[in-house]
């Protein structure tokens, strides 16, 4: 930074402008630190001057605009190079590429690639990562992988930065033994990882629960001298908590300590959200105390997660009592913070107390999710007020023309998922609303959703009861072609319904299926004209 305040300083000093060449390097300085002002008034010095703009200073132009978020002017001060008869280089498409990806404009940022093969501007390295990188935070694996191989197929070798964008993008997708068979195809190229790829392979294998091999992989990069850093321990820690292993998350928080690794509030929330979900509020509390004692403040995060986990085990005024205190901090609650007191609120009976909660942050911008919505339709229907979940849900359900709620403080797009579709469908067939509910299982199959398997088998159950056996028989069909396969709860409903209906033959096939999954049933179970059937089929096998 003194350089480039020293080299201003003799700017300003000069009774006339230096050159193109230190222009350029002033302007440069000016970007890379992010003062475009000053950027800007020399620009405007060198035109008043009649100093021409090199292709160097348009590179250093586009990459500001970029920087900026401003990929239009970008592409204007390009397409004024066309005009001037300035022909981009590699770095310039190349910034183009990345200032298109950061406004996930894919697609124009694959036509810049295009043009660079028409006119024969040769793509480097930088580019193509750039680009895979782009598709890397879209999760499009496919296209990723295809521009890996064009970039071969020229004769372009990756780099430590390549595969870690393809390890990344394949651990996002829950590809995990894909990516570390890529990890070591690393080592036939002679590059070696680094800390970024360790820690996306990590994440990756704590994703899909396999702390072991996370394990293994954070004993690995010790080994070759890589030391973990904050996002190696918050993966892990993560990782223990998602398992349960809170204790074992602990150890590596103290960990951190002893080998000078700065603990963030990220990783204490991990932990006390780890803490919470055990139900411990007391370690939950304890943890928090001490994240304030070594400096660290509590976040949002951090007290939505308190106040998540005092409704969790039913503690509703502990819960009202830490968003007080989030208040009077001056932070604003977030969704999940409302969520989780709009639930409490409902489950201890207090309907006015969770409506006015949801009107409270409707007022102050916080657009409700999916979540909010299904503790709002349960909350309901478990307080017996069962057209209020109706009347509600045909509300978010019809709000715009799109059939997208959206809240006008802040422009969130929301919309009831099968989650909530499912809350409503359970509850309407509890309180007897068999024809209600089924209207909204259709309408739930018309938007394209997919109920879970206990809405099935609530369904399936109640249309026994009505005796609606063609009913019965569409929703085993439809849930068969949606990819669920019964289990043996499932199996015990169809079975009960069939001894109803006296279908021996139905019944007989889900006993089979039932023994086939290794679940035992009652011979007493089974009517004595049912059991006799059973038994004789099974003779004449």
């Given at each position: 930074?003194?350089?480039v ?13 230096p ?55 970008a ?12 022909q ?50 879209m ?43 890529l ?14 790829v ?16 996370a ?15 904050v ?6 820690i ?12 602990e ?10 690794v ?6 204490y ?24 004692e ?75 999710n ?80 997919y ?77 004595p ?13």
């Open positions: 930074m003194g350089f305040d020293d080299a201003y300083w003799v700017y300003q000093k000069m009774g006339k402008l050159s193109l060449h230190a222009c350029n390097a002033l302007l440069d300085g000016f970007v890379k630190r992010g003062k475009f002002e000053l950027m800007r008034g020399i620009y405007s010095n060198m035109l008043s001057f009649g100093l021409c703009p090199s292709v160097v200073t348009y590179g250093v132009l586009v990459d500001a605009c970029c920087l900026k978020g401003e990929i239009f002017k592409k204007m001060l390009y397409d004024e190079m066309g005009e001037k008869g300035i981009p280089n590699v770095v310039i498409y190349t910034t183009l590429i990345r200032g298109f990806c950061d406004e996930n404009k894919i697609q124009e940022a694959e036509r810049i690639l295009k043009t660079m093969w028409e006119i024969g501007v040769m793509p480097n390295l930088y580019t193509y990562n750039t680009l895979m990188d782009g598709y890397s935070k999760a499009n694996v496919g296209r990723g992988f295809r521009l890996y191989q064009e970039m071969l197929n020229h004769g372009i070798l990756p780099n430590v930065v390549t595969f870690g964008i393809l390890i990344d993008m394949l651990c996002k997708v829950g590809e995990v033994i894909a990516a570390r068979n990890f070591a195809c690393m080592v036939k190229f002679g590059v070696g990882p680094n800390l970024f360790y820690n996306c392979l990590i994440d990756g294998c704590c994703n899909s629960y396999d702390i072991s091999s394990l293994e992989m954070y004993s690995e990069m010790e080994k070759h001298g890589i030391s973990p850093d996002v190696t321990y918050g993966t892990l993560k990782g223990h908590c998602n398992l349960g292993e809170v204790d074992e998350a150890r590596l928080l103290l960990k951190m300590d002893k080998t000078g700065i603990v963030n509030s990220v990783v929330n991990q932990l006390i959200d780890g803490y919470c979900k055990d139900r411990n509020m007391e370690k939950a509390l304890a943890l928090c105390s001490e994240m304030i070594k400096g660290v403040q509590p976040d949002v995060v951090t007290f939505s997660i308190l106040i998540d986990g005092f409704g969790k085990v039913g503690n509703v005024e502990a819960a009202m009592g830490v968003y007080t205190e989030m208040v009077i901090k001056g932070l604003k609650p977030d969704v999940v913070a409302y969520t989780a007191l709009i639930d409490g609120q409902f489950k201890k009976g207090d309907t006015k107390a969770a409506l006015r909660l949801h009107k409270e942050m409707m007022e102050v911008g916080v657009a409700p999916a979540l909010t919505f299904t503790c709002l339709v349960d909350g309901f229907l478990k307080n017996g007020m069962v057209s209020d979940a109706i009347n509600f849900f045909l509300k978010i359900s019809s709000s715009g023309s799109t059939g997208v709620n959206v809240d006008c403080s802040n422009g969130v797009l929301s919309f009831p998922n099968y989650v909530t579709y499912s809350a409503l469908i359970r509850g309407l067939c509890k309180d007897g609303q068999y024809f209600k509910a089924n209207k909204f299982f259709v309408d739930l199959r018309r938007n394209g959703l109920p879970d398997l206990p809405t099935y088998a609530m369904m399936i159950q109640r249309h026994f009861e009505g005796r609606h056996i063609t009913r019965v028989m569409m929703l085993k069909a439809d849930m068969l072609k949606t990819g669920f396969m019964p289990n043996p709860c499932m199996y015990k409903v169809l079975l009960k319904g069939y001894q109803d209906m006296i279908d021996l033959s139905s019944t007989s096939k889900c006993y089979e299926e039932l023994k086939d999954l290794g679940v035992v049933c009652s011979e007493t179970s089974l009517m004209s049912l059991q006799d059937h059973v038994n004789s089929s099974a003779l004449s096998t």
